[in-house]
């Protein structure tokens, strides 16, 4: 696969991720006109191989003669607000494995000295060039890692080694980081699935300040499920007002495969309005228990972009897979913060709400039932009939553009991925066969999303 470049349909001699791109700069306004004569599918004008590539570095490492790419972005997306061709997008924590070591399971770093980081990349004649790349670090200056926070309750954090099962330290400063909000200012807030924490980062990527459940975060959060954190996160036009989104419902009160949290849909969005430290938290309905929120993005001040998936691969047809963005509207919508900032969090009859609508048919009935309105939401856009071909299984970065129009990224895992037994293997798609890679989509829509 070509790096820095993209793949591309030809439409009237025009390539259409240009032509995207040019609509959606020039008359952001406007709803898209149709395209050769044809009406807009699915509520998008675009196209399967519409697809714009991000550049590679030199690999990271090469592991039993596997390549380990960088790569690593598409984690979070983000815009530049002064300039509409600057994006920045994120990596996680670097690349890792699970294996055995010693009759303990470990989370295997290839690369421990890896620092997580935004890359900044121009998009130019329909090309992505990576332009800049910032490092997040401490408030002096040295580097973060992405090993994980010590954590006492069990099954709530990974113990981190080399490849070699030399043991590696937990770090309360590591981060896992996977949201991402540009500011006003020139500045970056980022959530990690560690804590998890919602850390402020300088222009240049020095920690400003973090907040952690219990100093600035509901103490509830911290039963979030393992690796499965504040996955999304955004920032009102007001430039201080977050919005976090927990990518799975909390193992709570317990931790683990018998959690009830594993049997909930119930999934929280957390508003955080800087200025104050006042927390709010809603309810938002995964479609499914086996699905996850990757990104969130703010549309008003109530009405945001949830983007929903598995982890499955897309098959023929965008068979087997479920790749979503859905609008969800708290307007109306309770708040359940919990006036004691339990550990818990807000109890019904002395029960979580994650144990209240564990199998639950209907958690809307459920929590309306228990005095709750969930977050409503609406579909707006199915990837995978709007993007017939759509190859990877973890979208995960999501932007909006102006009002018709969305940008989606992916998370290429820096290529690799796990034999089930501790070992890399080239992550491939099975769509296209070659190793994974970071791609963006930028859909126009027919209908204005606010």
Same mark, same amino acid.
Not at 85 to 106: E, H, I, K, W
Not at 181 to 210: L, N
């Given at each position: 696969?070509?790096?820095?470049? %993209?793949?591309?349909?030809?439409?009237?001699?025009?390539?259409?991720?240009?032509?995207?791109?040019?609509?959606?700069?020039?008359?952001?306004? @406007?709803?898209?006109?149709?395209?050769?004569?044809?009406?807009?599918?699915?509520?998008?004008?675009?196209?399967?191989?519409?697809?714009?590539?991000?550049?590679?570095?030199? $690999?990271?490492?090469?592991?039993?003669?596997?390549?380990?790419?960088?790569?690593?972005?598409?984690?979070?997306?983000?815009? +530049?607000?002064? +300039?509409?061709?600057?994006?920045?997008?994120?990596?996680?924590?670097? $690349?890792?494995?699970?294996?055995?070591?010693?009759?303990?399971?470990?989370?295997? &770093?290839?690369?421990?000295?890896?620092?997580?980081?935004?890359?900044?990349?121009?998009?130019?004649?329909?090309? &992505? #060039?990576?332009?800049?790349?910032?490092?997040?670090?401490?408030?002096?200056?040295?580097?973060?890692?992405?090993?994980?926070?010590?954590?006492?309750? @069990?099954?709530?954090?990974?113990?981190?080694?080399?490849?070699?099962?030399?043991?590696?330290?937990?770090?309360?400063?590591?981060?896992?980081?996977?949201?991402?909000?540009?500011?006003?200012?020139?500045?970056?807030?980022?959530?990690?699935?560690?804590?998890?924490?919602?850390?402020?980062?300088?222009?240049?990527?020095?920690?400003?300040?973090?907040?952690?459940?219990?100093?600035?975060? $509901?103490?509830?959060?911290?039963?979030?499920?393992?690796?499965?954190?504040?996955?999304?996160?955004?920032?009102?036009?007001?430039?201080?007002?977050?919005?976090?989104?927990?990518?799975? $419902?909390? +193992?709570?009160?317990?931790?683990?495969?018998?959690?009830?949290?594993?049997?909930?849909?119930?999934?929280?969005?957390?508003?955080?309005?800087?200025?104050?430290?006042?927390?709010?938290?809603?309810?938002?309905?995964?479609?499914?228990?086996?699905?996850?929120?990757?990104?969130?993005?703010?549309?008003?001040?109530?009405?945001?972009?949830?983007?929903?998936?598995?982890?499955?691969?897309? /098959?023929? /047809?965008?068979?087997?897979?479920?790749?979503?963005?859905?609008?969800?509207?708290?307007?109306?919508?309770?708040?359940?913060?919990?006036?004691?900032?339990?550990? /818990?969090?807000?109890?019904?009859?002395?029960?979580?709400? #994650? #144990?209240?609508?564990?199998?639950?048919?209907?958690?809307?009935?459920?929590?309306?039932?228990?005095?709750?309105?969930?977050?409503?939401?609406?579909?707006?856009?199915?990837?995978?009939?709007?993007?017939?071909?759509?190859?990877?299984?973890?979208?995960?970065?999501?932007?909006?553009?102006?009002?018709?129009?969305?940008?989606?990224?992916?998370?290429?895992? &820096?290529?690799? /991925?796990?034999?089930?037994?501790?070992? %890399?293997?080239? !992550?491939?798609?099975?769509?296209?066969?070659?190793?994974?890679?970071?791609?963006?989509?930028?859909?126009?829509?027919?209908?204005?999303? !606010?």
């Amino acid at each position: 696969m070509p790096t820095g470049t %993209f793949k591309t349909v030809v439409l009237n001699s025009i390539p259409l991720s240009l032509l995207l791109l040019a609509a959606c700069l020039e008359d952001p306004a @406007a709803p898209p006109a149709q395209l050769g004569g044809e009406p807009a599918l699915n509520k998008v004008i675009t196209a399967s191989n519409a697809e714009l590539i991000m550049p590679l570095g030199d $690999p990271l490492a090469t592991i039993g003669g596997v390549i380990v790419a960088h790569g690593g972005y598409g984690s979070a997306l983000a815009v +530049d607000s002064k +300039d509409p061709t600057l994006f920045y997008s994120m990596t996680d924590r670097g $690349p890792n494995v699970g294996r055995a070591c010693n009759g303990q399971n470990v989370l295997a &770093f290839p690369v421990p000295g890896f620092t997580p980081q935004i890359g900044k990349f121009r998009l130019s004649g329909g090309a &992505f #060039e990576l332009v800049g790349t910032i490092l997040l670090k401490q408030a002096n200056g040295t580097p973060l890692n992405g090993f994980p926070h010590p954590n006492a309750a @069990a099954n709530r954090t990974e113990v981190p080694a080399q490849m070699d099962c030399t043991p590696l330290p937990q770090d309360p400063l590591g981060i896992d980081s996977e949201g991402l909000a540009f500011a006003k200012d020139g500045t970056f807030w980022v959530s990690d699935e560690y804590g998890p924490d919602v850390v402020h980062f300088s222009a240049d990527g020095k920690t400003i300040e973090r907040l952690v459940p219990g100093a600035g975060l $509901p103490k509830a959060l911290a039963r979030r499920r393992s690796n499965r954190g504040m996955e999304g996160l955004t920032i009102l036009a007001d430039g201080k007002t977050l919005v976090g989104m927990m990518q799975s $419902p909390l +193992d709570n009160p317990t931790a683990g495969g018998s959690s009830a949290g594993r049997g909930s849909r119930l999934a929280r969005i957390v508003v955080i309005d800087t200025r104050t430290g006042v927390v709010r938290q809603y309810t938002y309905v995964l479609d499914a228990t086996s699905n996850i929120n990757s990104e969130i993005a703010a549309l008003t001040p109530t009405k945001f972009l949830v983007l929903e998936r598995d982890g499955n691969f897309p /098959g023929p /047809g965008g068979s087997g897979a479920i790749k979503k963005v859905y609008s969800v509207d708290i307007e109306g919508a309770t708040d359940i913060s919990d006036p004691n900032d339990g550990v /818990g969090g807000l109890l019904i009859n002395g029960l979580t709400l #994650e #144990e209240v609508t564990k199998s639950a048919a209907d958690p809307y009935a459920t929590l309306l039932a228990n005095g709750i309105t969930a977050g409503t939401k609406t579909l707006i856009v199915d990837l995978l009939q709007a993007l017939p071909g759509y190859a990877h299984d973890k979208a995960e970065g999501l932007a909006v553009l102006d009002n018709f129009t969305i940008a989606v990224s992916n998370d290429d895992d &820096f290529g690799v /991925g796990d034999d089930g037994v501790g070992n %890399f293997i080239t !992550k491939t798609l099975p769509l296209l066969g070659v190793a994974d890679y970071n791609g963006v989509y930028i859909i126009r829509l027919s209908a204005p999303l !606010k």
